[in-house]
């Protein structure tokens, strides 16, 4: 991916979400793998914490973070599933304003030649609520590795060109902005 070299690198903070009824933070080898390479790309983990398949409990905590001026994006892993307990996609549309239906369709896109069909059964998703950026990954390490190394970490870095999230930023409340002005 190209990168404009003149341009400044900007580290943002990152929420780490782990979505697992069976995982514990010490064998959580998703959540680590993301921590890990926000880590190696220069960002900031600004928070980590793992919660059972619960709407609400997901919701809680995207709500807390999309709240937080210390926060500029949550990335989940885990949930995102066809199963009963897969329960990420619909908290996270609850605080979802606008969607990002690109990164669902490109992860699943990057995932076809190395699962074949089976990309089908994801429902990673993206977004942005409250000005904060919200994506919902699987919950496999190499899904992590998949949405991190060939989405993320590009769209995460302000050198990305020919344009890049961090990029648009200050610009995702404008419409909260004009809101509150003609009132």
């Not at 933070?25 to 900031?44: M, P």
């Not at 076809?112 to 069909?117: L, V």
């Not at 949405?147 to 344009?163: G, K, M, T």
Request: charged share 25%; glycine share 8%; net charge negative.
């Amino acid at each position: 991916m190209p990168l404009d070299l003149s341009r400044h690198f900007l580290p943002i903070r990152i929420a780490v979400l782990t979505v697992s009824d069976t995982r514990t933070r010490e064998n959580d080898r998703s959540g680590d793998t993301l921590a890990e390479r926000i880590d190696t790309a220069g960002h900031i983990v600004a928070a980590r914490v793992l919660v059972p398949d619960d709407t609400d409990c997901i919701e809680w905590h995207l709500r807390q973070w999309v709240n937080d001026p210390s926060v500029d994006a949550v990335v989940s892993t885990g949930g995102t599933g066809i199963t009963g307990r897969d329960l990420t996609p619909e908290a996270f549309l609850r605080v979802i304003e606008k969607q990002i239906p690109g990164f669902g369709e490109l992860f699943r896109m990057l995932s076809y030649p190395k699962i074949g069909t089976s990309a089908m059964q994801s429902r990673a998703l993206g977004g942005v609520g409250g000005g904060t950026y919200l994506f919902a990954l699987p919950g496999s390490p190499g899904a992590v590795r998949d949405a991190w190394d060939e989405i993320l970490v590009h769209q995460f870095d302000s050198r990305h060109v020919p344009c890049n999230l961090v990029d648009l930023m200050p610009r995702l409340q404008e419409h909260r902005r004009a809101t509150n002005t003609s009132e």
